[in-house]
């Protein structure tokens, strides 16, 4: 899962410094280069905020299936549990008063 998210993000900022540094050439001999440069690290920061919640979401995923795992493992304990504590029973009661 670390390895997923940690590829989602290299690509996703490696996208995103590509458009910026596009941006950047087109608007740094402007007049208002400040506020290009806020505008651009604005959308810059959107975009790494969007690449966090895919992130969060493929965990989310993630803990779905562990939680539908957990659930079996813990049907299949409580079988054997309960079939050990029958077998124990049939074992230790006593025969005569069956």
Same mark, same amino acid.
């Given at each position: ?48 905020? =969007? +690449?966090? %919640? &895919? /992130? *969060? ?7 779905? =299936? +562990?939680? %539908? &795992? /957990? *659930? ?10 309960? %079939? ?15």
């Amino acid at each position: 899962m670390v390895a997923v998210t940690v590829i989602v993000h290299v690509i996703g900022l490696g996208l995103v410094n590509v458009r910026v540094l596009r941006l950047l050439r087109l608007v740094e001999r402007r007049r208002h280069f400040v506020s290009a440069f806020a505008l651009v690290m604005g959308v810059a920061t959107l975009w790494a905020t =969007f +690449l966090h %919640a &895919i /992130e *969060a979401s493929i965990w989310a995923v993630a803990f779905q =299936f +562990l939680g %539908a &795992i /957990e *659930a079996l493992n813990g049907i299949i304990l409580i079988g054997l549990t309960t %079939a050990f504590l029958y077998g124990t029973i049939q074992r230790v009661w006593p025969v005569d008063a069956r």
